[in-house]
């Protein structure tokens, strides 16, 4: 095309300016690729630390004895209804305490079927000493309980129920979860040995699932409730009781957007101002073009052609440098044990949008000198110099 042609030949002409534009252009998508990427990977973080190792949507009873019966076909049909949960475990938990050298702990007993619920709270990953229990009457406890109580793998301990049951049972392991509150309080055990302690039968008290969206937890809650169909069950979810972590994500992703506006807005101006000097310096040319039969039409196409090839040329270096400073960010910027501070995380959707937006700049911010070149009259022009 005529157009492009001649676009690429000013673009050439003036090689200079042309390769500060792009550096302009190159930098503001830079810094929309780094603020933006490093902002998704810190909430990805956060919510990996927060909710990544926990239930996001959990069902409990109303019922006075808080217990779920026919779980094994609720959760059936939880699966049969909504593709967006990812993983459903049941659990029966009572409170207890155990006693260790005259002393009382206080402790939250957890029956799992471990296959499940470790897809949940990772548990086998997070096994200090021992293994998980896979026998009648063995539990595992948590770091901090083992230092409290002085307790250690293979020891016997007996838990004690508030309806006076008690039950002994062994130690097979030491899990750490990362949470001193969970550490210091959860007994895990099978979901046969709860039931037994407790004499819950078949019966469970919650089941507790994850999502592929944790963002649309609240959603697929009511989607849950709905498949259920009952009125004696109560769905929560993460949102509900999270509420300054999502204000905090909020605030993060309005000022990151914000940050992005603005810089935009910069890329536009810079371009804008520089393609209409462009025009000046390049209206002889024009007025001969159009002299030799060239329509206003086309002459405006040059400009706008002119933003677009300027448009693709800084988006892509634009990723590329932004890219780069997100990578080298994660490899300065690290916690004591080598992590990063902020884990590199690429959202692809995010990038490809980036590199449209900057391209679509480019091109708007050629509008205004485009339609300059059209207005030009090449007689004038001419004979003006």
């Known amino acids: 095309m005529l157009e492009f042609r001649i676009a690429s030949k000013f673009l050439r002409s003036s090689k200079g300016q042309t ?17 933006g990427t490093l902002i998704q990977g810190l909430q990805k973080s956060l919510v990996d630390k927060t909710i990544g190792s926990s239930p996001q949507i959990t069902v409990t009873s109303e019922d006075n004895d808080g217990s779920i019966d026919r779980w094994e076909d609720k959760i059936k049909s939880i699966k049969n209804s909504n593709s967006k949960v990812e993983n459903v475990s049941a659990s029966t938990d009572f409170s207890a ?17 471990f296959a499940n619920a470790d897809k949940i709270y990772k548990i086998k990953d997070n096994i200090k000493i021992g293994r998980e229990p896979k026998d009648e009457n063995e539990v595992l406890i948590g770091i901090d309980l083992k230092k409290d109580a002085s307790l250690k793998v293979g020891d016997k301990i007996t838990i004690f129920t508030p309806k006076g049951v008690q039950k002994e049972v062994k130690i097979t392991g030491v899990y750490d979860l990362k949470s001193s ?8 055990t099978t979901l046969k040995t709860s039931q037994d302690m407790f004499n819950y039968g078949d019966k469970v008290t919650a089941i507790e699932m994850q999502v ?9 809650s009511k989607d849950v409730k709905s498949s259920l169909n009952l ?18 994500l909020s605030g993060q992703s309005a000022s990151s957007i914000m940050i992005q506006v603005f810089v935009l807005v910069s890329v536009v101006l810079g371009i804008t101002s520089v393609l209409a000097i462009t025009v000046m310096q390049k209206s002889k040319q024009i007025g001969i073009l159009k002299a030799m039969g060239i329509k206003d039409s086309a002459a405006s196409r040059i400009f706008l052609f002119e933003g677009l090839i300027l448009g693709i040329f800084g988006a892509v270096i634009g990723v590329a440098l932004g890219l780069g ?4 960010f994660t490899k300065f910027a690290v916690n004591p044990d080598g992590t990063p501070v902020v884990p590199l995380y690429l959202d692809y959707k995010f990038i490809v949008f980036s590199v449209v937006i900057a391209i679509a700049s480019a091109c708007i911010a050629a509008i205004i000198p485009a339609r300059k070149s059209s207005k030009l009259n090449p007689i004038e022009v001419i004979k003006n110099g």
Not at 181 to 187: A, E, Q
Not at 231 to 248: E, P, Q, Y
Not at 325 to 328: A, E, G, P
């Open 325 to 328: 400073w997100t990578y080298s």
């Open 181 to 188: 509150s969970i550490n210091d309080k959860w007994i895990l």
């Open 212 to 220: 592929k969206d944790v963002f649309n937890a609240d959603v697929i």
């Open 19 to 35: 390769i500060l534009i792009i550096l302009g252009i190159a930098i503001g998508v830079s810094v929309q690729v780094f603020i």
């Open 231 to 248: 009125n004696d069950v109560k769905i929560s979810n993460w949102k509900d009781s999270n509420a300054s972590l999502l204000s905090g």
């Open 97 to 113: 305490f155990i006693d260790k050298n005259n002393k009382t702990y206080p402790v939250l007993i957890r029956g799992f079927e």
